[in-house]
């Protein structure tokens, strides 16, 4: 089970870094093993944090899709990601691919 932590995290933290990369308010992808945050912001330069209604769209546009992500950070503009231990990299995958359709979903507005 420990093995499955390391590698199916290692796996989310990689495939969440690349929305970092494709999206401008991705400002940061952090993590250890299954516990993974992913920290939106206004533009990756001023690191503000995405406004609470912007954030509040993204989550309810995932949770429509089947995916329940936790919410946190001083803002509000985090997303914490704490999947069970038995999850798998199908799970992540999947997880990450709903996750980049609401961020689509967002910049099409």
């Not at 798998?88 to 979903?105: I, Y």
Request: contains cysteine; negative net charge; aromatic residues 8%.
């Amino acid at each position: 089970m420990m093995n499955n932590c390391a590698e199916v995290g290692q796996y989310f933290l990689q495939a969440l870094g690349a929305l970092r990369d494709e999206f401008e308010i991705v400002g940061d992808v952090r993590g250890k093993g299954l516990m993974i945050g992913v920290e939106f912001v206004e533009d990756k330069e001023s690191k503000a944090p995405l406004d609470k209604e912007q954030m509040n769209a993204i989550w309810e546009e995932c949770k429509d899709q089947g995916v329940l992500f936790g919410k946190g950070g001083t803002y509000g503009n985090v997303i914490r990601i704490k999947p069970p231990m038995c999850v798998t990299k199908e799970d992540a995958r999947f997880s990450t691919e709903v996750l980049r359709q609401a961020l689509q979903k967002h910049y099409s507005k």
